[in-house]
Every structure is written in structure tokens, then in C-alpha cells.
């Protein structure tokens, strides 16, 4: 069985998938990730909307289960880009074939991106703005039965990404961590000013 990981600011227990090297600085709370080549998240929705699809579901994650109610989980997200779709992303699951992950990028133009993706048996895919440099902000948050995913250049002021519901049919949502390099022969990623807080979001649209 897995050893589950402490990250400080994380009031849960972060459970690595099999065979990743996830490093926890405790000095810091930091928490670095290399993903190894050709791996993803993704069930690529130009192979048809089938469940028999079976996507490329082998990047390294650190999942845990939240507390029951509303929760904001914030990081600052610093890639190593290399390769077309190296990323690191905060990342909600419920089971293989229904999840949402917010990235930071590498697209195919060489541009740092904000991506999300939510899969409902299979996956979608939405460019969010450019970035002019190798590190965001990113931060998840549940309000009610709903999810936010915003984006900051700075950690202050946040934009919105994307508002959606997820199926939940296994009845447990985990969130976390994931690094990935889908094209690439592997990705640095650190995340690191990592909070999480049981607290409601209050307005979606107005910066905070």
C-alpha cells in the first residue's frame, strides 16, 4: 500500500499514485514533482465519446479527501518547460472516467498557457490567457455542489477559468496534485505558497 505523503498546509493526507516521486520540502512546504516522459491525464475526445476509450491516464498524482463541505486549495505553480504540453495542474477526481484539472501549460506555439479540462467520460479542453512567464497562481475551490477553477499572476487578484459541476457517481471527490509531459521527455514542476482553507468563495467574478 502507498504511503501517504504530509504536505503542511494540507490538512488531509495526500496519497501518491504507484510509483511516483513526489518530494515534500517541510522546511518550506513545498512540493516538487518530476513527471516522467509521455505521460497525461486526458481521454482525448477525438477518439469518440465511448467509455471503452481508454485515454492515457499515467501521470503522477498526490490525492487526497477534502473535508465535507465548501474548500479553496491555492498554489503557486512553477513549470520547467520543455516539451508541447508539459504541465503542472491542481487536479480533482472522482474515479478514472470523471475529473477536471487545472493546468499551467506549454503550448504547441511555446506559450505558458491556463488550461482546464473536465471529463465526463471524456475529456474537453479550454485554453484560458497566456502567461509571460514559468510560474501562476492557481486555486480549486467547491461552493456548494459546484467547482471554481481561477487562475492569478499574482496570488491576489484571480480570474475565472472555468465554473462547473462534476458526476460524482463514486460518491468521493479527492483533489491534489499532478505533473505531466505528455509529448515531452519529462517536466519539472514545483508547487509551492500552498493553502488550503474550509472556507466558501464568495463572489466568482469580482478578483478575490
Avoid at 28 to 55: C, E, H, K, N, Q
Avoid at 60 to 88: C, E, I, K, N
Avoid at 102 to 119: A, I, K, N, Q, R
Avoid at 149 to 157: E, K, P, T
Wanted: hydrophobic share 40%; with cysteine; net charge negative.
Amino acid at each position: 500500500m502507498t504511503t501517504p505523503l504530509h504536505v503542511p498546509a494540507v490538512p488531509f493526507a495526500l496519497v501518491p499514485s504507484d510509483g511516483s516521486a513526489w518530494v515534500v520540502d517541510e522546511a518550506t512546504g513545498a512540493l516538487r514533482i518530476t513527471a516522467p516522459p509521455r505521460t497525461d491525464v486526458f481521454l482525448d475526445p477525438s477518439d469518440g465519446m465511448s467509455y471503452d476509450s481508454a485515454g492515457v491516464l499515467n501521470a503522477p498524482t498526490l490525492m487526497g479527501v477534502p473535508p465535507v463541505g465548501d474548500f479553496q486549495l491555492v498554489a503557486r505553480v512553477t513549470v520547467g518547460f520543455v516539451s508541447t504540453f508539459d504541465a503542472g495542474v491542481l487536479l480533482l477526481r472522482v474515479d478514472d472516467r470523471h475529473w477536471g484539472k487545472l493546468c499551467f501549460e506549454y503550448s504547441p506555439d511555446g506559450v505558458p498557457l491556463v488550461v482546464s479540462v473536465v471529463t465526463r467520460g471524456v475529456s474537453d479542453d479550454a485554453n484560458g490567457f497566456a502567461v509571460d512567464r514559468d510560474q501562476v497562481w492557481l486555486r480549486v475551490s467547491r461552493i456548494g455542489a459546484a467547482y471554481a477553477y481561477h487562475a492569478s499572476l499574482d496570488g491576489q487578484r484571480w480570474e475565472l477559468v472555468r465554473h462547473f459541476t462534476l458526476e460524482d457517481p463514486a460518491g468521493t471527490v479527492t483533489v491534489g496534485f499532478e505533473g505531466q509531459s505528455p509529448t515531452g521527455d519529462g517536466c519539472a514542476v514545483t508547487f509551492d505558497r500552498i493553502a488550503f482553507t474550509p472556507t466558501r468563495l464568495g463572489d466568482l467574478r469580482d478578483g478575490s
